[in-house]
């Protein structure tokens, strides 16, 4: 070990790392969708880095929980921590001791089982949704496809898919999150809304109701709706009311204050209400 082999492995050791781990959570996942048990992924985390660390340790090689034997486990009763401990000990049998007999199991029979779990771990009723995705609404009446799934739903399924093909998982996992961010980033933008109360022409204050996320994608729309050129007809006093609102960013402080400033540079009183 030498900080030159750090430096030459560690992006591998993180992709690795990244890969593993999200492929034991899906499994966790999968597992509590079928067990209807909530099971404690913290504690496959830890313990996944623990045993990880000892088997490099002797020159072994690592592992993560798997989605396909999962699936094979779960039709086969093995639901419990039983099932993991005695899966890992005939791999252990296996591996020093009944490698010969290993031998002699034809390649096609593990085949057949790997596209037995696949086939039990698809979802068909996700092609329906993924076609209802990209079909308008009076197509869907007509066929009676009684689903909508977003479109941007359906882009991530497929490109995590692609990607992962044509490259490899951990890619493809970052890929699907970087769009999923993106698509987030985007529908948020346009969810702030501001709605302005004033009681009568002659009253004394105003109140602007905020919904919505301020954070930095929205925080340029949300100083836009108050123009400096506008605010100037408001009351003396101003209320800024954001029980509705979540401040998630400094950006979104950033723009709160500076529709504050703009308020007092117009000589305007203004308070702040129910902000978080």
Known sequence: FSVDTFFKVYLYGLAVFGTGLSESMLASHIVDDLTEIKGAKGRVAI???????????????????????????????????LCTFLTSMFQLLFFYAAYDFVNIIPLGAISGIMIWGAFKLFDFESILQALSAVLPLRVRNRINLDCKTPRVDALIMLAVMGITLCLDLSIGLLSGVFIATFAFVWDSSTRVVVERELSSQESTNVTYSVSGPLFFATAGGFCDIFPIEEIHFDPDEVIIFLENAEIYDHSGM?????????????????????IS
């Open 254 to 274: 950033v723009a709160l204050k500076k529709i504050y400033d703009r308020f007092i540079d117009a000589g305007k009183f203004v308070a702040i209400s129910s």
């Open 47 to 81: 313990g996944q880095g623990i045993a990880n660390i000892i088997t490099a340790t002797f020159g072994g090689m690592g592992g993560s929980g798997s989605m396909a034997q999962t699936i094979v486990a779960n039709h086969s009763d093995g639901i419990t921590g």
